[in-house]
């Protein structure tokens, strides 16, 4: 039986451009996930609540530090 360059040969392709494109893909949606958290929780203390810019800020910097204190630590070896 012959193959044509279309058919998929399992087994034979490297996975490495995959592996590549689903660390970045999931890098990109942890960043973004405490990004988009945060600027919720800010506008939310600023507009809905009597806390005012400043305090909104301040909680702002605090919780975007936290999260990338978590998301940059190396995790122990399993």
């Not at 490495?16 to 945060?38: M, N, P």
């Not at 609540?49 to 122990?76: E, W």
Request: glycine residues 6%; positive net charge; charged residues 10%.
């Amino acid at each position: 039986m012959v193959h044509s360059a279309a058919e998929p040969h399992n087994g034979d392709q490297p996975i490495s451009e995959q592996v590549a494109t689903y660390a970045a893909f999931s890098s990109l949606y942890k960043w973004a996930s405490l990004v988009i958290g945060a600027l919720v929780l800010f506008l939310t203390l600023w507009f809905c609540t009597g806390a005012g810019f400043v305090s909104s800020a301040i909680v702002f910097v605090i919780v975007m530090s936290l999260g990338v204190f978590v998301l940059t630590r190396k995790k122990p070896p399993a």
